[in-house]
Protein backbone atom coordinates (compact mmCIF):
# COMPACT_ATOMS: atom_id res chain seq x y z
CA UNK A 1 0.00 0.00 0.00
CA UNK A 2 1.48 3.67 -1.06
CA UNK A 3 1.35 5.52 2.08
CA UNK A 4 2.02 8.89 -0.01
CA UNK A 5 -2.21 9.86 -0.17
CA UNK A 6 -2.56 9.19 3.47
CA UNK A 7 0.36 11.82 3.64
CA UNK A 8 -0.54 14.30 1.25
CA UNK A 9 -3.93 14.24 2.96
CA UNK A 10 -2.87 15.03 6.09
CA UNK A 11 -0.83 18.15 5.33
CA UNK A 12 -3.43 19.26 3.30
CA UNK A 13 -6.30 18.46 5.33
CA UNK A 14 -4.07 20.35 8.72
CA UNK A 15 -3.31 23.34 6.26
CA UNK A 16 -6.97 23.83 5.23
CA UNK A 17 -7.81 23.79 8.98
CA UNK A 18 -4.79 26.20 10.33
CA UNK A 19 -6.23 28.23 7.27
CA UNK A 20 -9.38 28.68 8.20
CA UNK A 21 -8.56 29.24 11.99
CA UNK A 22 -5.89 31.23 11.08
CA UNK A 23 -8.39 33.65 8.56
CA UNK A 24 -11.27 33.90 10.49
CA UNK A 25 -9.88 36.21 13.05
CA UNK A 26 -8.71 38.39 10.29
CA UNK A 27 -12.55 38.47 8.62
CA UNK A 28 -14.20 38.42 11.30
CA UNK A 29 -12.40 42.12 11.98
CA UNK A 30 -12.70 43.48 8.76
CA UNK A 31 -16.59 42.93 9.37
CA UNK A 32 -16.70 44.39 12.78
CA UNK A 33 -14.78 47.41 11.75
CA UNK A 34 -17.09 47.95 8.55
CA UNK A 35 -20.19 47.69 10.63
CA UNK A 36 -18.63 50.44 13.65
CA UNK A 37 -18.05 52.85 10.86
CA UNK A 38 -21.43 52.72 9.57
CA UNK A 39 -22.82 53.15 12.65
CA UNK A 40 -20.52 56.22 13.41
CA UNK A 41 -21.15 57.75 10.14
CA UNK A 42 -25.04 57.07 10.54
CA UNK A 43 -24.29 58.57 13.72
CA UNK A 44 -22.42 61.55 12.38
CA UNK A 45 -25.03 62.28 10.10
CA UNK A 46 -27.91 62.27 12.77
CA UNK A 47 -26.44 64.41 14.39
CA UNK B 1 6.01 48.04 41.47
CA UNK B 2 7.68 45.22 40.71
CA UNK B 3 7.68 44.96 36.85
CA UNK B 4 5.83 41.41 36.72
CA UNK B 5 3.35 42.62 38.82
CA UNK B 6 2.89 45.68 36.35
CA UNK B 7 2.33 43.78 33.45
CA UNK B 8 -0.36 41.52 34.50
CA UNK B 9 -1.93 44.55 35.99
CA UNK B 10 -1.44 46.28 32.73
CA UNK B 11 -2.55 42.99 30.94
CA UNK B 12 -5.85 43.22 32.88
CA UNK B 13 -6.53 46.88 31.06
CA UNK B 14 -8.33 45.89 27.26
CA UNK B 15 -7.26 48.83 26.05
CA UNK B 16 -3.41 48.08 26.58
CA UNK B 17 -3.89 44.61 26.11
CA UNK B 18 -4.98 45.56 22.57
CA UNK B 19 -1.82 47.50 21.49
CA UNK B 20 0.55 45.29 23.26
CA UNK B 21 -1.44 42.22 21.22
CA UNK B 22 -1.31 44.15 17.97
CA UNK B 23 2.40 44.56 17.85
CA UNK B 24 2.84 40.97 19.13
CA UNK B 25 1.27 39.46 16.27
CA UNK B 26 2.76 40.04 13.65
CA UNK B 27 6.37 38.36 15.12
CA UNK B 28 4.09 35.20 16.40
CA UNK B 29 3.51 35.15 12.57
CA UNK B 30 6.85 35.32 11.59
CA UNK B 31 7.71 32.61 14.19
CA UNK B 32 5.85 30.19 13.25
CA UNK B 33 6.01 30.87 9.89
CA UNK B 34 10.03 29.88 9.71
CA UNK B 35 9.90 26.88 12.70
CA UNK B 36 6.87 25.56 10.33
CA UNK B 37 8.91 26.00 7.50
CA UNK B 38 12.07 23.95 9.20
CA UNK B 39 10.00 21.62 10.80
CA UNK B 40 8.13 20.41 7.37
CA UNK B 41 11.74 20.41 5.71
CA UNK B 42 13.22 18.31 8.38
CA UNK B 43 10.50 16.21 8.34
CA UNK B 44 9.31 15.93 5.09
CA UNK B 45 12.58 15.73 3.19
CA UNK B 46 15.71 15.03 5.54
CA UNK B 47 13.85 12.79 8.46
CA UNK B 48 14.30 8.69 7.19
CA UNK B 49 11.40 6.44 7.15
CA UNK B 50 10.63 4.47 9.73
CA UNK B 51 11.35 0.88 9.43
CA UNK B 52 8.29 -0.67 11.00
CA UNK B 53 5.80 2.69 10.05
CA UNK B 54 7.46 3.48 6.71
CA UNK B 55 6.49 6.59 4.86
CA UNK B 56 3.68 7.20 7.08
CA UNK B 57 5.75 8.44 10.02
CA UNK B 58 5.69 11.86 8.39
CA UNK B 59 1.88 12.29 9.19
CA UNK B 60 3.44 11.98 13.13
CA UNK B 61 5.31 15.53 11.70
CA UNK B 62 1.83 17.18 12.31
CA UNK B 63 -0.44 14.57 14.11
CA UNK B 64 1.93 14.79 17.33
CA UNK B 65 2.07 18.12 18.02
CA UNK B 66 -0.98 18.87 16.99
CA UNK B 67 -2.48 16.34 19.62
CA UNK B 68 -0.11 17.92 22.36
CA UNK B 69 -1.80 21.33 21.73
CA UNK B 70 -5.11 20.43 21.62
CA UNK B 71 -4.71 19.26 25.29
CA UNK B 72 -2.54 21.93 26.04
CA UNK B 73 -5.21 24.67 25.20
CA UNK B 74 -7.87 23.06 27.00
CA UNK B 75 -5.48 22.78 30.50
CA UNK B 76 -5.01 26.79 29.50
CA UNK B 77 -8.80 27.29 29.26
CA UNK B 78 -8.93 25.32 32.85
CA UNK B 79 -6.57 27.47 34.35
CA UNK B 80 -7.67 30.91 32.81
CA UNK B 81 -11.31 29.45 34.44
CA UNK B 82 -10.35 29.20 38.00
CA UNK B 83 -8.63 32.67 37.29
CA UNK B 84 -11.83 34.30 35.91
CA UNK B 85 -14.21 32.63 38.42
CA UNK B 86 -12.06 33.48 41.10
CA UNK B 87 -10.85 36.86 40.60
CA UNK B 88 -12.79 38.33 37.77
CA UNK B 89 -10.29 39.23 35.13
CA UNK B 90 -12.37 39.97 31.80
CA UNK B 91 -9.25 39.73 30.32
CA UNK B 92 -8.96 35.94 31.38
CA UNK B 93 -12.78 35.26 30.12
CA UNK B 94 -12.14 36.76 26.97
CA UNK B 95 -9.32 34.65 26.21
CA UNK B 96 -10.61 31.25 27.27
CA UNK B 97 -13.64 31.55 24.62
CA UNK B 98 -10.72 32.67 22.03
CA UNK B 99 -9.09 30.03 22.61
CA UNK B 100 -11.58 27.17 22.19
CA UNK B 101 -11.95 27.15 18.63
CA UNK B 102 -8.10 27.24 18.12
CA UNK B 103 -8.37 24.06 20.13
CA UNK B 104 -11.29 22.24 18.61
CA UNK B 105 -9.20 23.12 15.14
CA UNK B 106 -5.87 21.59 16.55
CA UNK B 107 -8.35 18.70 17.98
CA UNK B 108 -9.63 18.30 14.71
CA UNK B 109 -6.05 17.62 12.76
CA UNK B 110 -5.20 15.24 15.86
CA UNK B 111 -8.09 13.14 14.79
CA UNK B 112 -7.88 13.39 10.83
CA UNK B 113 -4.35 12.95 10.97
CA UNK B 114 -4.32 10.13 13.18
CA UNK B 115 -7.15 8.43 11.53
CA UNK B 116 -5.12 8.79 8.33
CA UNK B 117 -1.99 7.53 9.78
CA UNK B 118 -4.11 4.23 11.81
CA UNK B 119 -5.27 3.14 7.81
CA UNK B 120 -1.94 2.07 6.89
CA UNK B 121 -0.12 1.13 9.98
CA UNK B 122 -3.65 -0.44 11.96
CA UNK B 123 -5.34 -1.18 8.81
CA UNK B 124 -8.47 0.69 9.93
CA UNK B 125 -9.16 4.43 10.46
CA UNK B 126 -10.82 4.38 13.43
CA UNK B 127 -11.48 2.17 16.16
CA UNK B 128 -13.27 3.04 20.18
CA UNK B 129 -9.90 3.04 21.88
CA UNK B 130 -9.40 4.90 24.96
CA UNK B 131 -7.30 7.18 23.29
CA UNK B 132 -9.14 8.10 20.43
CA UNK B 133 -12.18 7.91 22.15
CA UNK B 134 -10.91 10.44 24.86
CA UNK B 135 -9.51 12.75 22.21
CA UNK B 136 -13.27 12.72 20.27
CA UNK B 137 -14.55 13.37 23.68
CA UNK B 138 -11.83 16.22 24.10
CA UNK B 139 -13.53 17.72 21.05
CA UNK B 140 -17.01 17.48 22.19
CA UNK B 141 -15.53 19.46 25.09
CA UNK B 142 -14.30 22.47 23.36
CA UNK B 143 -17.22 22.37 21.29
CA UNK B 144 -19.42 22.45 24.89
CA UNK B 145 -17.39 25.69 25.99
CA UNK B 146 -17.89 27.18 22.52
CA UNK B 147 -21.80 26.41 22.46
CA UNK B 148 -22.43 27.36 26.15
CA UNK B 149 -20.83 30.63 25.61
CA UNK B 150 -23.39 31.60 22.80
CA UNK B 151 -26.18 30.11 24.57
CA UNK B 152 -26.25 33.60 26.90
CA UNK B 153 -26.75 37.69 25.34
CA UNK B 154 -24.75 38.58 28.33
CA UNK B 155 -20.69 37.91 27.59
CA UNK B 156 -20.28 37.85 31.32
CA UNK B 157 -22.25 35.62 32.74
CA UNK B 158 -21.45 33.50 29.37
CA UNK B 159 -17.94 33.35 29.95
CA UNK B 160 -18.58 32.27 33.97
CA UNK B 161 -20.36 29.23 31.93
CA UNK B 162 -18.00 28.73 29.75
CA UNK B 163 -14.97 29.31 32.86
CA UNK B 164 -16.88 26.42 34.97
CA UNK B 165 -17.60 24.14 31.87
CA UNK B 166 -13.54 24.35 31.04
CA UNK B 167 -12.63 23.32 34.67
CA UNK B 168 -14.91 20.76 34.93
CA UNK B 169 -13.64 18.98 31.59
CA UNK B 170 -10.60 19.38 32.74
CA UNK B 171 -10.78 16.42 33.75
CA UNK B 172 -10.48 14.55 30.34
CA UNK B 173 -6.96 15.61 29.89
CA UNK B 174 -5.62 12.92 32.20
CA UNK B 175 -7.82 10.04 31.16
CA UNK B 176 -6.65 11.55 27.30
CA UNK B 177 -2.73 11.36 28.74
CA UNK B 178 -2.80 7.94 30.69
CA UNK B 179 -5.49 5.89 28.71
CA UNK B 180 -2.52 4.18 26.83
CA UNK B 181 -1.61 3.16 30.80
CA UNK B 182 -4.65 2.44 32.20
CA UNK B 183 -6.67 0.11 29.33
CA UNK B 184 -4.98 -1.91 26.58
CA UNK B 185 -5.46 0.41 23.93
CA UNK B 186 -4.56 0.10 20.17
CA UNK B 187 -2.70 3.32 20.66
CA UNK B 188 0.94 2.99 21.18
CA UNK B 189 1.93 4.48 24.75
CA UNK B 190 4.56 7.41 24.81
CA UNK B 191 7.37 8.07 22.76
CA UNK B 192 8.59 11.38 24.27
CA UNK B 193 8.79 11.85 27.98
CA UNK B 194 10.91 12.72 31.08
CA UNK B 195 12.41 9.13 31.48
CA UNK B 196 13.69 9.94 28.13
CA UNK B 197 12.92 9.49 24.03
CA UNK B 198 12.30 6.31 22.46
CA UNK B 199 12.95 7.71 18.76
CA UNK B 200 15.89 8.89 16.89
CA UNK B 201 17.34 12.37 17.16
CA UNK B 202 16.50 12.74 13.00
CA UNK B 203 12.94 12.18 14.12
CA UNK B 204 12.68 14.05 17.17
CA UNK B 205 13.92 17.08 16.08
CA UNK B 206 11.35 17.96 13.02
CA UNK B 207 8.59 17.10 16.04
CA UNK B 208 9.77 19.72 18.11
CA UNK B 209 10.58 22.22 15.49
CA UNK B 210 6.15 21.46 14.56
CA UNK B 211 5.78 21.39 18.23
CA UNK B 212 7.18 25.10 18.77
CA UNK B 213 5.93 26.08 15.39
CA UNK B 214 2.15 25.25 16.68
CA UNK B 215 2.18 27.20 19.61
CA UNK B 216 3.53 30.39 17.99
CA UNK B 217 0.93 29.84 15.60
CA UNK B 218 -1.98 29.34 18.76
CA UNK B 219 -0.62 32.74 20.50
CA UNK B 220 -1.18 34.55 17.38
CA UNK B 221 -4.63 32.99 16.80
CA UNK B 222 -5.59 33.61 20.31
CA UNK B 223 -4.42 37.19 20.49
CA UNK B 224 -6.20 38.21 16.97
CA UNK B 225 -9.31 36.63 18.08
CA UNK B 226 -9.00 38.18 21.37
CA UNK B 227 -8.84 41.57 20.27
CA UNK B 228 -11.80 41.01 17.88
CA UNK B 229 -13.77 39.98 20.92
CA UNK B 230 -12.58 42.90 22.95
CA UNK B 231 -13.43 45.48 20.11
CA UNK B 232 -16.84 43.69 20.15
CA UNK B 233 -17.59 44.03 23.97
CA UNK B 234 -16.36 47.14 24.23
CA UNK B 235 -17.83 49.09 20.43
CA UNK B 236 -19.41 51.66 22.77
CA UNK B 237 -16.69 52.62 25.28
CA UNK B 238 -14.40 55.56 24.10
CA UNK B 239 -11.18 53.66 23.63
CA UNK B 240 -12.71 51.63 21.01
CA UNK B 241 -14.43 55.13 19.62
CA UNK B 242 -10.34 56.85 19.74
CA UNK B 243 -9.37 53.77 18.10
CA UNK B 244 -11.89 53.97 15.13
CA UNK B 245 -11.44 57.61 14.98
CA UNK B 246 -7.78 57.53 14.66
CA UNK B 247 -8.52 54.68 11.82
CA UNK B 248 -10.71 57.27 10.00
CA UNK B 249 -8.50 60.07 9.88
Given at each position: MSHTPFILASYLISTVVLLWAGLSPVINKRSLLRQLKNRQARMDKAQ | MNPIYLFFHKTGSPPWFYQFSGK???????????????????????????????????????????AWMSMMIYGLMAIWGFIALVWRIRIMEVLIISSAPVGAAFTIIALITGSLWG??????????????????????????????????????????????????????????HFSVEW?????????????????????LWPLLWMAIAFKFYYGANLLSRARVRLLKQDHRKRWVQDLLAEENS
Amino acid sequence: MSHTPFILASYLISTVVLLWAGLSPVINKRSLLRQLKNRQARMDKAQ
Amino acid sequence: MNPIYLFFHKTGSPPWFYQFSGKLIPWLWAGFAILCAIGLYQGLLIAPADYQQGESVRIMYVHVPAAWMSMMIYGLMAIWGFIALVWRIRIMEVLIISSAPVGAAFTIIALITGSLWGRPTWGTYWVWDARLTSELVLLFLYFGVIALYNAYDEPRKAARAASLMAIVGAINLPIIHFSVEWWNTLHQGSSIGTSGNQIDTSMLWPLLWMAIAFKFYYGANLLSRARVRLLKQDHRKRWVQDLLAEENS
